[in-house]
């Protein structure tokens, strides 16, 4: 169980994480929030998190909205072009449990039915506090999979010697 | 026969518009209804939104009478399957850019019986109700008759076409399609 | 037109975007750096929302129409719940109507301010984007006052208002709209008396007003390309009765009017002052009375079930007209069908029309200035047709050749 408390939060966040932005059926508000966290009032930017344009440069996945049939293989597509360690962030209630959005034709959600989920942060749309705060645990869990993976590279080569 | 793309600054009154489809269109036309919308510390009635009923085969008459009062602004087209027949409704405004609290809305309702799901389409005369048809066609199964798109518009690519989603059915969506999510 | 054969390419634009808003795909045909067509297709948001209202009672749907959009969320819950007062003929105490004037033209504010700093953002003033970006959360703390979120505020219900402007709300307000007159000077200045601004946007994306009456425009764009429409002029609700306010065109302001993304930037910037001057008419003029119609949830349930009736409402949203239709059944809880027109939808039409021979650098800039609830612009792939060889184009390439082409005007 991650406790964060505001001086750990600050202490990880100048490692910096670069995220891309997948909107796969929202209404924007979520949108509107993790844009607000770059801008001056909460200006995440200083610690060096910033949005990216193309999943190739990211190390995190931002994904915001219950999955529509529309965008389904394309989200897929996206996390797959993302280069290892990655983690996947799910901004607000519609892509964690799907909200409002039940008993629908067209909708193939909740995010973790297609694609494995990291960090939930919830609300309807998450104020940026809380969004930052998900992004500081996601900066942890992504500095344990770097580890594991480089120990495990660190095994190989170690196996390839003797 | 199309006026030239412009709104009027002459509005006229709801009750004149309502003599005039009278006059033009007799029993062909129902005026369902004239209803006042108020509002404000006064009560007061600010327009009027006016609800008519024609069989399908006269919709085109109804649409030039409100060209020759000023050019029909188009909202949306809502519909429904009510059964033994789809309801369409077209929901135009006049008189919009006349003047203070001079707008009139103008609803007509059209029952399509099952076995002729056909309208002839108003694109040629207000391109502006692109959308709405193409969303009629995939959502209800009504085909516009001359629209110049006929393709999905909001429904994914690889969506099963003869499902109608808004259809109550056969051709409506099955249970099994319809997902609780959580 | 190239001389010998002439070569268009299909660029297809979306259907993810950084930044902002939901994801759309475009065709866009080329010729070279210019535009012959657009093909516009969107449905990656359509989550089935009409639909889903058939299980649900319009107490319930309230919160869905509040997130068909997250920056016109309240425009939504109200010409929803004027759609369902129009069916079941339900009047609205006084101090209702009001409030939600205010938090109409609140959101208003809200709405065009980050429609500014996007706009700039498009074409590189980035300190612009900044500013518009920090200005809007002063809006924001006085509608987290009033109603309690940031964005979706669930004020509205059928029938009134569920939250009050308490004197702390009112004075909150007051400062809001001072800090606004001072501080929004500044986007005043880049709509009318920056070159830079003016060169990259005049004649770009220009709609000619007999297509902008033909392709049924609204809002703003309408307006930009000189028509005088406007919902709280034309078919006045709520406080706006008792308000009068004027469609904002740019020909009374600039003496001329084209149409293009300029008059649409400078339709919006007066707007925001027009709406600050609504909200303190309002403000003054706030009545005493009860909030709702009916305070008792289960009393007002069981008035919706024995309404019988079709109800239409058509309001003034940040972007044009919202148009929603409902029919509610005697005897039956939920609702029987809803009709959502959002304006973004009527507006998208007359994007070919737009489009038509301008470059692609500009592309961002056209997009974006009838404030789509809905974007566009990742990823970009040229095609050839004729070689049949490709070239990925991203989101970065086509913003970096808006913002680029700023500099060039500059003399850089």
Same mark, same amino acid.
């Given at each position: ?162 | ?20 489809? %009278? ?27 006016? =609800? ?44 919009? +850019?006349?003047?203070?609290?001079? %707008?009139? +809305? ?21 391109? +502006? ?29 690889? =969506? ?5 989603? =808004? ?16 | ?18 930044? $902002?808003?939901?994801?759309? *795909? ?36 309230? @919160? ?33 109507? @009001? ?21 700039? /953002? ?12 920090? $200005?809007?959360?002063?809006?924001? !703390? ?10 979706? /505020? ?23 709209? #001072? ?8 986007? /005043? ?31 703003? *764009? ?14 006045? /609700?709520?406080? &706006? ?11 009374? &302001? ?8 300029? !008059? ?56 044009? #007209? !919202? ?8 005897? !039956? ?10 304006? *973004? ?35 970009? $792939? ?11 184009? *991203? ?18």
């Amino acid at each position: 169980m991650l406790k964060m408390d505001l001086a750990k939060t600050l202490g990880i966040l100048p490692r910096s994480i670069w995220v891309f932005l997948c909107n796969s059926g929202s209404c924007n508000g979520c949108d509107i929030e993790i844009v607000a966290t770059l801008t001056p009032r909460y200006d995440i930017e200083r610690f060096g998190m910033k949005l990216v344009g193309s999943p190739r440069h990211a190390d995190a996945l931002l994904v915001t909205g219950p999955v529509t049939k529309y965008m389904t293989e394309r989200l897929k597509h996206i996390y797959d072009q993302m280069p290892d360690p990655k983690v996947v962030i799910v901004v607000g209630n519609c892509g964690c449990s799907g909200d409002v959005f039940y008993k629908s034709y067209n909708l193939d959600g909740p995010v973790d039915q297609v694609l494995p989920v990291d960090v939930y942060v919830h609300g309807c749309p998450p104020r940026p506090e809380a969004i930052i705060e998900g992004v500081a645990k996601a900066v942890l869990k992504l500095e344990a999979l770097r580890e594991s993976l480089n120990s495990k590279e660190a095994d190989v080569a170690d196996v390839a010697q003797s | 026969m199309s006026r030239r793309a412009e709104y009027t600054d002459k509005a006229m009154a709801s009750e004149a518009v309502v003599s005039v489809i %009278r006059e033009r269109l007799g029993d062909a036309v129902e005026v369902v209804e004239l209803r006042d919308r108020k509002a404000g510390l006064s009560d007061a009635v600010c327009f009027h939104d006016l =609800w008519l009923r024609c069989p399908k085969d006269k919709l085109l008459e109804v649409l030039d009478i409100l060209f020759e009062l000023d050019f029909p602004f188009f909202h949306v087209m809502s519909g429904n399957d009510e059964g033994e027949a789809v309801l369409l409704n077209y929901h135009f405004s006049l008189f919009q +850019g006349s003047g203070r609290a001079s %707008r009139l +809305g103008v609803a007509v309702s059209v029952y399509l019986p099952k076995d002729d799901l056909t309208m002839p389409s108003i694109q040629d005369r207000i391109p +502006g109700a692109e959308y709405s048809e193409r969303e009629m066609r995939e959502m209800l199964g009504i085909n516009f008759m001359g629209m110049p798109d006929e393709s999905l518009v909001f429904l994914p690519e690889d =969506w099963d076409e003869r499902i109608k989603p =808004w259809r109550r059915d056969e051709a409506g969506p099955k249970p099994e399609q319809i997902r609780e999510l959580s | 037109m190239a001389v010998g054969e002439a070569k268009t390419y299909k660029i297809p634009i979306g259907p993810v975007h950084v930044g $902002l808003k939901e994801p759309i *795909t475009t065709w866009l045909e080329v010729d070279g750096e210019r535009i012959v067509d657009i093909k516009v297709r969107p449905g990656a948001i359509h989550r089935g929302i009409e639909f889903m209202a058939r299980e649900r009672n319009p107490i319930q749907v309230i @919160y869905l129409a509040e997130r068909i959009c997250g920056i016109c969320s309240f425009a939504h819950i109200e010409s929803f719940v004027r759609a369902v007062e129009d069916a079941a003929s339900i009047s609205v105490p006084k101090r209702a109507q @009001y409030i939600r004037t205010i938090m109409l033209e609140l959101e208003r504010v809200h709405s065009h301010i980050l429609w500014a700093g996007v706009a700039c /953002y498009t074409f590189g003033y980035d300190s612009a984007f900044n500013l518009g970006l920090l $200005l809007r959360e002063k809006v924001m !703390d006085v509608l987290e006052a009033i109603s309690g979120n940031r964005v979706n /505020y669930g004020v509205g219900t059928i029938g009134g208002v569920r939250r009050d402007i308490t004197p702390e709300a009112a004075t909150a307000l007051e400062d809001m709209l #001072d800090y606004y007159r001072r501080e929004f000077a500044a986007f /005043y200045e880049v709509a009318t008396e920056d070159p830079i601004t003016k060169a990259r946007m005049r004649h770009v994306g220009t709609l000619p007003p007999e297509d902008a009456v033909r392709y049924c425009a609204v809002g703003p *764009t309408a307006r930009a390309s000189g028509l005088r429409v406007d919902l709280r002029w034309s078919s006045p /609700y709520e406080a &706006y009765a008792d308000i009068e306010v004027t469609p904002i065109v740019p020909q009374d &302001y600039m003496g001329e009017v084209y149409g293009d993304v300029f !008059d649409r930037f400078l339709v919006r910037v007066l707007e925001v002052y027009q709406s600050l001057d609504i909200i303190e008419k309002a403000l003054l003029g706030l009545p005493e009375g009860p909030l709702m119609a009916e305070p008792k949830l289960p009393k007002l349930l069981a008035l919706l079930k024995a309404a019988d009736g079709v109800g239409w409402s058509s309001i003034e949203a940040p972007r044009g #007209d !919202d148009t929603h239709v409902i029919r509610l059944t005697k005897g !039956d809880e939920n609702v029987t069908w809803w009709k959502v027109r959002a304006p *973004t939808y009527a507006n998208i039409v007359s994007w070919p029309i737009m489009f038509r021979g301008q470059e692609i650098a500009d592309a961002p800039l056209i997009v974006n200035s009838i404030d789509p609830c809905i974007s566009c612009m990742e990823r970009a $792939l040229v095609v050839d047709k004729k070689s049949g060889s490709s070239e990925v184009l *991203t989101k970065e390439e086509l913003l970096k050749r808006s913002r680029e082409k700023t500099r060039r005007l500059m003399g850089r």
